[in-house]
């Protein structure tokens, strides 16, 4: 299964993954969901109906590839309702530990209203939404950026970032393994070698360290 970011306006985000991981076998889901208006609770119940759907058998293990705020709903979704099919969990450029773009953001009143519901709630305080979601309890690898292209945001958040979120926030207690990449937040899904490490956690479980995606 699939799920997008927050900023991304489609699901079509995340074509390339569907593609290569239908062509690899495996039956894709792209979610779609509008993460700008629904609050995260909304899109947690969303995301419950559409597992439903697909039904809980051991047969029929469900892994997750997820871009940025779409790991953070997975996570929240997880925290209190188990999947007892749930595989392995790739995340791309999540803000596991918050973003310091959303503490700023949230002061500026404007922007924080242009930035739906979600966004204010992905700050780095202990109050923040990452940081009350606790360590994950499952597979996970997780794939970061080093790499921006917006040269004022990367001033705001301290040490490497992908533009978006620093790549110390992408981690999490817990994950199984990470991996820092030369990519950007808004297109690591679109990179070959990205795509190429996250069918091989799904496939074993690790990354491949020996080089560089």
């Known amino acids: 299964m699939l799920q997008k970011g927050l900023i991304n306006r489609t699901k079509h985000s995340m074509r390339r993954l569907e593609e290569a991981l239908s062509r690899r076998g495996y039956t894709v889901i792209n979610v779609g969901y ?13 995301l419950g109906a559409r597992l439903a759907e697909i039904g809980e ?29 749930l ?3 790739v995340m791309l ?31 780095t305080d202990p109050a923040g939404l990452p940081a009350r979601l606790g360590p994950v309890d499952f597979d996970l690898g997780v794939i970061t950026g080093d790499r921006s292209i917006n040269p004022l945001f990367s001033w705001l958040i301290p040490g490497p970032d992908d533009g978006f979120v620093a ?3 992408a981690k999490v207690r817990g994950m199984t ?9 808004t297109f690591i899904m679109n990179s070959r070698q990205v795509i190429e ?3 091989k956690f799904l496939r074993d479980g690790s990354f491949d360290h020996s080089t560089h995606a």
């Open 87 to 89: 595989g392995r969990v």
């Open 34 to 46: 509008r993460a700008g208006r629904r609050p995260i609770e909304n899109l947690s119940d969303d």
């Open 177 to 185: 393994d990470f991996l820092v990449v030369p990519r950007t937040h």
């Open 167 to 169: 790549v110390e926030r």
């Open 93 to 123: 450029s999540p803000p596991n530990g918050g973003s310091e773009l959303a503490d700023l953001l949230r002061k500026l009143p404007l922007v924080r209203r242009a930035g739906g519901p979600n966004r204010p709630r992905l700050g």
């Open 57 to 85: 058998s051991p047969e029929r293990r469900v892994h997750f590839v997820t871009h940025s705020f779409g790991g953070i709903l997975l996570r929240y979704y997880l925290r209190d309702r188990p999947l007892p099919n």
């Open 197 to 199: 490490q996250t069918l």
